[in-house]
């Protein structure tokens, strides 16, 4: 007896497992369905008459198509029809950071950004000087292929990678400052405390800083932090995008932030003014010497664009964004 | 005794299709990837005839790791309804062609990166990102795959590196060329982009 009704909950088992294969194959028509409706209450500004009457026709044309207003007919003319990978789209912007565009087979889906998922809108910046900006974009390309490029091909067969690797660390090591004091005044002391180390650590062991033992022999990775990001951190806004002569993508919040770090850079005080031969000669040096490891790079991401000049502004913008949210 | 191999027939009968269902993200694109790596280590494949073998490979592999309607989809926005279904087709196939036209030298350029799988974050019901650390020499490159779950796969529809997401900075390129002019201009830039 006892046997049977174990054996009749298996059957029962079995019999509803195809169902739940349905249920995982369906195209998310139904579920849509109600996430319209819950959604609805809570988010006033989505059109629902525009969603649900877009799903009706939606259901309808498939009906007609099929010669039958079955659901499961629905379901599977949806899963049959490969162009409707093709179909259209709700919403621009359908949130990078979350997106929720309506699975292949079935485009008519709702764009909804899902519910528990913040969503981070995508960074944009205004470009008000662009004749300008163009004009500076193409000055430091041509400094690129003309004077970075050259310089950086022609230094790094005269100096060999060892010794490459040694100004890299000394340089990075002299900037600590920078570093610590920006991770100080964004309320990151463990950031700061770990710069901290890695300077001590790199200026005792790593012999003034040449080699980088922090990280090789006690796997300090460092903090990186610049003063835009400060500046980013308590609210400032990028302003607008500026491309700035050598420097390259920035904005005035960057562009100031640049000053203030250059501030605080040991090397600054080499020479007697701000800005003389001496402080401004070892920060190309210093230049030159990371465009060494990076060549290609900068190529790379020029080939991979449509339009170079709106593809450097978007990542320029994309990853100080990132730099500062998200570190 | 029997009462308790019934459940346990239940258990198992219902771990079924559960299991299917749970076919992790981050496996799915770390396995991709690797058979990539095995194919740029492999020491028979040398010189131009190599190359070409492992042009072929990579490609693939991409065609199986990519959901390229997905992308493009995502990459023009609502522009995407302003193409008519050819055009779609089209700009399809030729976005994919730009893609691979720009990243193949890059892959096949491979020389001892470590690629490191870190961790996976669920962002919607159906997309999740897995998230990877390439490091050479002492650069350490974060690299994230946004991933949608397509039947029991998972199909890669964007790539965050160092916090840019690809097909955002794609959209704001296309949507400049889209904003003053018709979407043919567009597929004619395209067309030109890729020599075809």
Known sequence: MRATGGLCLIVAFLLCCPLLHAQQDVPDIGTITIRD????????????????AAETAFRKGLGVAEGGPGNFSVYASAKKEPPDEYGDVKAEDVGESAPALGSSSDPYGDVATDEGVSVAPRPRIADPLRPFNVAMYHFND??????????????????PLP???????????????VRIMNNLFQGKPGHAGEELAKFLINSTVGVGGLRNCAEECFGIEG???????????????????????FLGPSS??????????WAMRPQTYVGTEFFDYQNVGLFVHEKINSTSFHIGEYEALKKAAVDPYVSMRDIYIQYRTDFIENR | MRRALAGLMIFVISMVPFHVFAASALDMVKTNANSVLDVLRDPKLKGEAGKKVKEQRIEAAAEKLFDYVELSKRTLGLNWNKLSMDQRKEFVELFKTLLRNTYIDRITAYTNENVEFTREVQLTDTTTEVQSVVTRGSTRVPINYRVIKKGDDWMVYDVVIEGVSLISNY?????EILGNNPPQVLIDTLRKRVGK
């Open chain 2, 171 to 175: 959209r704001t390129q296309f949507r």
């Open chain 1, 223 to 245: 903090r990186n932090a610049d003063f835009g990001q400060t500046l980013g951190k308590w609210g400032v806004g990028p302003g607008f995008y500026l491309v700035l002569p």
């Open chain 1, 252 to 261: 005035p919040r960057d562009g100031f932030g640049f000053l203030v770090d």
């Open chain 1, 37 to 52: 409706l819950r959604d609805s209450g809570d988010m006033p500004e989505r059109p629902v008459a525009y969603t649900m």
């Open chain 1, 163 to 177: 010794f490459r690797n040694l100004f890299r660390n000394f340089y990075r090591n002299l900037t600590a400052p």
């Open chain 1, 142 to 159: 041509k400094v690129y292929f003309w004077v970075w490029k050259p310089a950086a091909t022609g230094y790094s067969y005269v100096v």
